[in-house]
């Protein structure tokens, strides 16, 4: 029963997250994975810098101990000196407690020692974390410019397409038959003007037939010839004024 109910609640996951891909719009997607991307990469720079902060912190403590180490170490070599110089002296109180104030240098130069080696290990360390958070941050940043100009492709390709469809959408409403619609097609314009101008035609050729229409054209037919015998007889009296000359 549990699994069962496991995987109808699977199904209707992965049904509801289909129906929302479906649905979603891609400009909104494209924003969102942009600025999550931006936030990774904050948030990787925020963590690289605590690295390399962490190095350099190492380092300033790894310096403060050395200077330590090198003070402690002037400090036991003068209380030997002091002491030997008391010994020479015949001054065995002086000299005791100058070789006294060695010692506790040199118990503090070992433990001060001991912490500088310690520090020089983490300070490596914290050199080789410090240069992978460089590069992870120069990696993601390249990363990102790539998806920055995926970006304007994408929007660019996703604006082809919007526009493409309203194309695709008005061709459609054009060549689709539409009888009923508020407006005529181009269809039914066309037969329209086709059928007027065929019964025009129609028409016209009936009454180039009728007796009053050939009348007409015999007495064309005579005003023609007359004209052409009258533009006869004017190029021959040029000719024979030519001649004449």
């Known amino acids: 029963m549990f699994r069962l109910l496991r995987r109808t609640w699977n199904y209707t996951v992965a049904l509801l997250g289909r129906r929302f891909e479906d649905a979603a719009d891609p400009e909104i997607q494209i924003e969102q994975a942009t600025e999550e991307g931006k936030r990774q990469h904050a948030m990787l720079v925020q963590q690289a810098a605590a690295v390399i902060g962490n190095q350099h912190e190492v380092e300033l403590k790894l310096g ?40 506790s240098f040199a118990v503090a130069l070992v433990s001060t020692e001991a912490q500088m080696r310690d520090l020089k290990v983490l300070h490596d360390h914290a050199v080789d974390g410090a240069a992978a958070a460089k590069d992870a941050v120069e990696t993601n940043a390249l990363e990102l410019r790539r998806r920055l100009t995926e970006r304007t492709r994408l929007l ?90």
């Not at 402690?72 to 109180?93: C, F, I, Q, V």
């Not at 061709?171 to 059928?195: N, W």
């Not at 019964?199 to 064309?220: F, H, W, Y």
């Open 156 to 245: 660019s390709q996703l604006d082809q397409a919007k526009l493409q469809e309203h194309m695709n959408s008005a061709l459609g409403s054009m060549s689709a038959l539409a009888p009923e619609a508020d407006v005529p097609s181009f269809d039914r314009i066309r037969d329209k003007i086709e059928r007027r101008y065929s019964q025009a035609l129609g028409v016209a050729e009936i009454g180039s037939t009728t007796i009053e229409v050939r009348a007409l054209n015999v007495q064309k037919a005579s005003l023609d010839a007359e004209a052409a015998l009258q533009l006869a007889r004017l190029r021959s009296g040029l000719l024979e004024a030519d001649g004449s000359e």
């Open 64 to 103: 403060r101990t050395i200077d330590q180490v090198e003070s402690l170490r002037t400090s036991a070599r003068e209380a030997l000196r002091l002491s030997d110089e008391a010994k020479r002296a015949g001054d065995e109180p002086a000299a005791a407690g100058y070789e006294e104030t060695a010692q």
